[in-house]
């Protein structure tokens, strides 16, 4: 009888034994699987990033290229030192919409704005007008628009060698 519970307690933990290998293996490979899929998602993220670093590269390239472009423009000093609004102006300003809007159609995603202070008035490629007019444009498009008097503040802010991204309600700087 001894003999035999000996022999039951060896089959047991044999039976046990044999039962740990198929877990003990599951448990391996989920560990190792893990780890294979994380490193895959990291490859993915990291790929999606230098992607994305490239794309936003290559715009600030190109936004770089047309402020410069515009910024030499005689058309730009012409207007800003104009003493009046005259014809010379005007006609400088509908060249100013056409060269914008021009360069618009490759990049239909950004919106390219002009603000004179000393004169009010605001060129786009849509048109020139008084800040006031466009802002009641815009607040049709998007009523949550800041207060006018708040948006004159943020149109008057220096933002001497910057790059201003503006939807209408939040801004951020990139330089």
Do not use: C
Not at 44 to 64: F, G, P, S, T, V
Not at 112 to 118: A, C, G, S, T, V
Not at 134 to 141: A, D, E, M, R, T
């Amino acid at each position: 009888m001894l003999r035999r519970k000996s022999v039951m307690k060896e089959w047991g933990i044999s039976y046990a034994l044999i039962l740990l290998i198929p877990l003990i293996t599951i448990f391996i490979n989920y560990s190792y699987n893990t780890k294979i899929i994380q490193k895959e998602i990291m490859q993915a993220h990291e790929l999606i990033l230098d992607n994305l670093k490239d794309n936003i590269d290559l715009l600030m390239d190109e936004e770089w290229k047309m402020f410069s472009n515009f910024y030499l423009s005689d058309r730009i000093e012409n207007l800003v030192y104009a003493q009046t609004k005259d014809a010379d102006f005007h006609f400088d300003a509908r060249m100013l919409m056409k060269e914008l809007a021009a360069y618009s159609v490759g990049n239909k995603n950004l919106s390219y704005w002009l603000y004179i202070e000393d004169k009010d008035y605001i060129i786009n490629s849509m048109g020139g007008h008084k800040s006031l007019n466009i802002y009641n444009s815009q607040k049709l498009l998007k009523s949550d628009m800041p207060e006018y008097e708040m948006w004159m503040e943020f149109l008057r802010g220096d933002y001497t060698n910057e790059f201003l991204f503006y939807d209408g309600l939040y801004s951020s700087k990139a330089v």
